[in-house]
């Protein structure tokens, strides 16, 4: 299947869950990033039960804390 993910077109075998998407695509700290699918945010505990559809477009967002 053809996706998106962080705005770059990727071929992918079909039936891929995101928890097993994160580990194809060797995201580190996956307990760390946000998903967002076809603009909406995911929930972590909807990782394991969202199947990557054809076309769907996926962004890992890492947050970021700092200041002074």
């Known amino acids: 299947m053809k996706i998106t993910i ?5 071929e992918l075998r079909d039936g891929l ?3 097993e998407l994160l580990v194809v695509e060797n995201v ?4 760390m990033v946000s ?3 076809n603009d909406e ?3 972590q505990d909807e990782y394991a039960a969202t199947i990557v559809k054809e ?4 962004n ?5 804390g700092g200041g002074a």
């Open 6 to 10: 962080n705005g770059e077109a990727k």
């Open 17 to 19: 869950s995101i928890t």
């Open 28 to 31: 580190e700290m996956p307990e």
């Open 35 to 37: 998903v967002q699918l």
């Open 41 to 43: 945010f995911l929930k």
């Open 55 to 58: 076309g769907d477009d996926i």
């Open 60 to 64: 890992f967002l890492y947050f970021m």
